[in-house]
């Protein structure tokens, strides 16, 4: 017979670090996501608008579901913070993107996960898993089944190990005994609404996304919008800065896991390295990660972008290694070296 408590035990075999449990249910949170849509915050992420129905109650993703586990993964290493380099010509990689996929390896050990519910429970069981890609809002099931609670930055916060976390669930109709959900200890604490470079944490619990550099270095699949080029500087894919800062962080535990430590290169690299790496070396530094969301036109238009924070020298160094490669010819990175260049004689 499967429980809640056999499947925590479980869970951790299978490299889970948090795990728990809530009915599966039209929680009131989840209906923040159609009127944030509306919004406009969620700028060109229209899959989101698109399985807002899903979303809005797990049922509909699978109707015969009573119970959904949550789970979290410690992605953090030993690295420092992005908010704490000090080398300016450095740059910065989302510390969720220096290892190996996440969606691979936490989908991996979901099925692992999976097969032996299926074994425990037998036939009659229904389930369906996600990670990140899933029409499921991850964090508020996390915060029902009490894995931490969603902060004023929106990331899921748990007391003992903080926000870096991969989250994953299981939807199945199996009823299982429900978590006490978390609670917020956000308290009068506004450091990162203060830090965020782009103002995207509009108010407490909310992004506009379309502010957000993750978002822009990310999702956005053509040129960024002007207002934000030249606040990219250091974020050149994703954005760490209000996790960074964030004290619930500064006690997180280290993984050891070898899936997440930084790939050689990904670690805080110099702006002029990226810049002169050939299409050949990306290929390899791209093979099973995160990155791949973004491809190498993307993440050579960010950049070209960041490029224009540098000082001139340096900055005229790194566009042109840009410019020297056959992906120049893509209207995304001829469209960020020339701008930056424009920005380098206008701006000095
Ligand atoms: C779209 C998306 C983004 C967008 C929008 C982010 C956002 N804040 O909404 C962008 C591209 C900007 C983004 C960035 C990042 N993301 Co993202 N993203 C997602 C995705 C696919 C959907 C999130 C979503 O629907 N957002 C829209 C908002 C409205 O919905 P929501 O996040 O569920 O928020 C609910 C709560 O905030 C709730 N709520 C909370 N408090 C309050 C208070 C009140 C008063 C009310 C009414 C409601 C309310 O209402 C919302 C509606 O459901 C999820 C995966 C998933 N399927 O859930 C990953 C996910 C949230 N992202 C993740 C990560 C790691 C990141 C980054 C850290 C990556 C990076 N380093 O660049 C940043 C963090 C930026 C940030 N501060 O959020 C992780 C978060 C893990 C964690 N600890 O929370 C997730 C869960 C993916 C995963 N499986 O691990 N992301
Ligand atoms: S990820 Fe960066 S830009 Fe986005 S809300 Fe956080 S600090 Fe702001
Ligand atoms: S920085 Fe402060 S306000 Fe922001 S999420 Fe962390 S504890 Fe909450």
New binding site residues.
């Given amino acids: 017979m499967l429980s809640s408590t056999a499947i925590k035990t479980r869970s951790a075999a299978f490299g889970f670090d948090l795990c728990g449990v809530s009915r599966a249910e039209r929680y ?6 159609a009127e ?1 849509y509306a919004s406009g915050q ?1 700028g060109e ?1 229209r899959y ?1 608008a698109d399985t807002r129905g899903e ?1 809005a109650d797990p049922r509909v993703v699978l109707p015969t579901a009573r119970s959904v586990v949550s789970l ?1 993964v410690l992605y953090n290493t030993a690295q420092p913070h992005s908010a704490s380099l000090t080398e300016p010509d450095r740059v910065a990689v ?4 220096w290892g190996t996929d ?1 969606h691979e390896v ?1 989908r991996a050990r979901l099925r692992e996960l999976l097969t032996w519910m299926s074994r425990e429970a037998g036939p009659d069981l229904e389930a369906m898993t ?11 099931f ?2 029902q089944a009490g894995l931490g609670w ?1 902060g004023k ?5 748990n007391p003992e190990i903080g ?6 669930e299981i939807l199945t109709n199996v009823d299982l005994e429900p978590d006490a959900p978390g609670v917020d200890q956000c308290g009068r604490c506004t450091r ?1 609404l203060d830090a965020c470079p782009t103002g ?2 509009v108010e ?4 506009d ?1 379309t502010r ?4 822009h270095t ?2 956005v699949r053509d040129d960024v919008d002007e207002r934000w080029r030249a606040a990219i500087r250091t974020q050149v894919f ?3 800065i ?2 960074d800062v964030c004290p619930w962080n500064n006690r997180a535990p280290v993984s050891g896991d070898p899936a997440w430590q930084p790939r050689p290169g990904l670690e805080f690299p110099r702006l002029i390295h990226l810049c002169r790496l050939s299409d050949e070396a990306w290929r390899a530094l791209l093979k099973a990660s995160a990155m791949r969301r973004a491809g190498l036109a993307r993440i050579r238009r960010s950049l070209g972008y960041a490029a224009a924070a540098r000082p001139a020298a340096e900055a005229t160094d790194a566009l042109d290694a840009l410019a020297s490669h056959s992906s120049a010819s893509d209207p995304r990175v001829a469209g960020a070296i020339a701008w930056a260049r424009g920005r380098l004689t206008s701006v000095r």
């Fill in positions: 009131p949170k989840l209906a923040r996501l944030w969620a992420m989101l979303r979290g989302a510390r969720c993107a996440y936490v996600c990670v990140d890609d899933g029409p499921v809002q991850e964090r508020v996390a915060e969603i930055n929106t990331c899921l916060i926000s870096w976390l991969f989250l994953a990162c995207a944490i407490p619990y909310r992004v996304a957000c550099l993750s978002y990310i999702e994703g954005c760490d209000c996790q």
